[in-house]
């Protein structure tokens, strides 16, 4: 059973928390981690991208000259694909690049994640994290004293709205609730900074 230092916003040490083997102590399945990952990408793209066929583009309703005795190939349209300012052939067209994925493979890579993270020594735990007004400088004194100087992803139980305000602005720096919580964040960011109250909703919803 893994075993981290718990710390206040000071940066001092004021206890330490058992995380779950079962959440944070699993191995770590790269090609599982990599199928996450493309598929969370994949449901992120907008899919908006078109080209015109040959029917959608403007003009070429005319023959551009008889069939037969000019000497030259035979034409429907100037706007054949053949043609320049012709459609477009097996173009792209507006289309869902979402696709599903087995709850399995998502919460195993998910722990794979964590376990990634513990592992590697780059999870702080906080005992608290709440301010009692937005102010971005107050964040910046928090993850100093908690040495973290490179990405970080801050976690809370709930959304507070002052943490996530100060810290929104920092280059680096993303906050989020536990129930947003994802794989691409988790890859994406050097250190993973979280309350006590979030590790236990992240542990009561994927030990289960």
């Keep these: 059973m893994p075993t981290v230092a718990v710390y206040n916003t000071n940066g001092e040490q004021v206890g330490e928390i058992h995380l779950q083997d079962e959440v944070f102590g699993v191995p770590v399945h790269m090609s599982v981690l990599h199928d996450v990952v493309v598929w969370q990408l994949a449901g ?37 694909p053949l043609w320049r300012k012709g459609g477009i052939v097996f173009g792209p ?31 702080v735990v906080l005992e ?6 937005p102010r971005t400088k107050d964040m910046i004194r928090i993850l100093g004293n908690l040495k973290v100087n490179d990405k970080a992803l801050v976690v809370t139980a709930d959304r507070e709205e002052n ?27 050097n250190t993973l900074v979280i309350t006590r109250d979030a590790v236990t909703r992240v542990q009561e ?3 289960r």
Excluded: C
């Design 163 to 189: 943490v996530f305000k100060s810290a929104r602005n920092i280059p680096g720096v993303k906050p989020m609730a536990a129930d947003s919580l994802n794989v691409y964040d988790l890859l994406a960011h």
């Design 44 to 80: 992120r793209r907008r899919g908006t991208h078109d080209t015109r066929t040959r029917g959608e583009v403007r003009g070429g309703g005319r023959k551009p000259w008889r069939q037969k005795g000019t000497g030259r190939a035979r034409h429907g349209s100037i706007r054949s």
């Design 205 to 207: 919803v994927l030990a």
């Design 93 to 123: 067209h507006p289309r869902d690049y979402s696709y599903r994925l087995p709850r399995k493979v998502r919460r195993l890579a998910m722990k794979s994640a964590l376990s990634a993270k513990v592992q590697d020594g780059k999870i």
């Design 128 to 133: 608290d994290l709440k301010l009692e007004q």
